[in-house]
């Protein structure tokens, strides 16, 4: 059964790629985002003909719509720390190739953090990083998509002016599109807690990015308050945007299409959560 939204989760790689499409299917997903790879450490994992054939057919047998990989949260590239600028820019590289390797739809990355040098020299930095990796593609990546940010610390992203004039920058900027965390542009400083407000948030999208290039959904509640710069998910009406911000974006005809993913917490008090969020939701889309 196909939903009307594409809509899924976050799932576990564990004891196999291919798992997190069948836990997606047992839920009645439409869209899956995984980790091809340890995300806590820098270690790439080759990815052998029989993983990719287990997958791809396991892709085949759920049918599921959307896959996406998530880059390891060690990325920074935007750093001014040369070995860990290198570091970053050949483990995105890595991560480029194995998701295309598996046939997934996008990769989601962080756009990286200054650490003190100034937005503008961030913004540099990770220009220069995207096209070198971009540079090498022959034909395989999967469209990188650049997750706004929720403005903790010295991170690039939280504004959408910043990831417009990234992608503008870029030597392919047809080649990148964009993944919009609710709990990240919440904290951000964009509202989103009612039509309006959705309203005002996308037109300034649109604005400085351009809706054409929203291509993911992250749809996390917000433990912290608006403006809060402060990074933490909560189920799907529980936090600060509450039900009414995710009606909003559950009804908004512009973000109908767009595959929407949930990265709450999974667990509450032993109760298996994601299927909960993902019943809010649909339950929210019919108003
Ligand atoms: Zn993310
Ligand atoms: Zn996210």
Redesign the pocket.
């Known amino acids: 059964m196909s939903l009307p939204h594409p809509l899924g989760a976050h799932f576990s790689v564990a004891g196999g790629l291919e798992n997190a499409l069948f836990k997606a299917r047992d839920l009645n997903c439409d869209a899956v985002q995984i980790f091809t790879k340890n995300a806590r450490t820098w270690k790439e994992p080759e990815l052998n003909q029989t993983r990719i054939s287990a997958f791809k057919a396991a892709r085949k047998e759920t049918g599921i719509s959307w896959v996406f990989s998530?880059c390891t949260y060690l990325i920074n590239i935007a750093s001014n720390d040369g070995d860990k600028l290198e570091k970053s820019r050949n483990s995105l590289a890595s991560e480029m190739e194995r998701s295309g390797l598996l046939g997934l739809d996008g990769v989601?990355l962080?756009p990286g953090a200054h650490l003190g040098e100034g937005m503008e020299k961030g913004l540099d930095t990770a220009r220069k990083s995207i096209n070198r990796v971009l540079a090498i593609d022959r034909g395989l990546f999967p469209e990188l998509l650049i997750?706004t940010t929720a403005g903790t610390g010295t991170s690039i992203g939280s504004r959408f002016e910043e990831i417009g004039t990234l992608i503008n920058s870029l030597d392919r900027p047809e080649a990148v599109g964009v993944c919009m965390?609710t709990s990240h542009i919440f904290a951000g400083g964009y509202d989103l807690r009612s039509l309006k407000a959705l309203d005002e948030t996308l037109l300034a999208f649109n604005e400085h990015i351009g809706l054409s290039r929203l291509k993911l959904i992250?749809l996390n509640d917000s433990k912290p308050g608006l403006g809060s710069k402060k990074d933490r998910h909560q189920h799907i009406g529980k936090g600060q945007i509450g039900d009414s911000g995710f009606s909003a974006i559950m009804q908004d005809k512009r973000l109908h299409s767009i595959p929407k993913i949930l990265e709450t917490p999974k667990d509450d008090n032993g109760t298996p959560m994601d299927q909960v969020n993902l019943n809010r939701l649909k339950k929210l889309a019919q108003g």
Do not use: A, G, R
Request: net charge negative.
């Open positions: 998530h989601v962080h997750e965390d992250h």
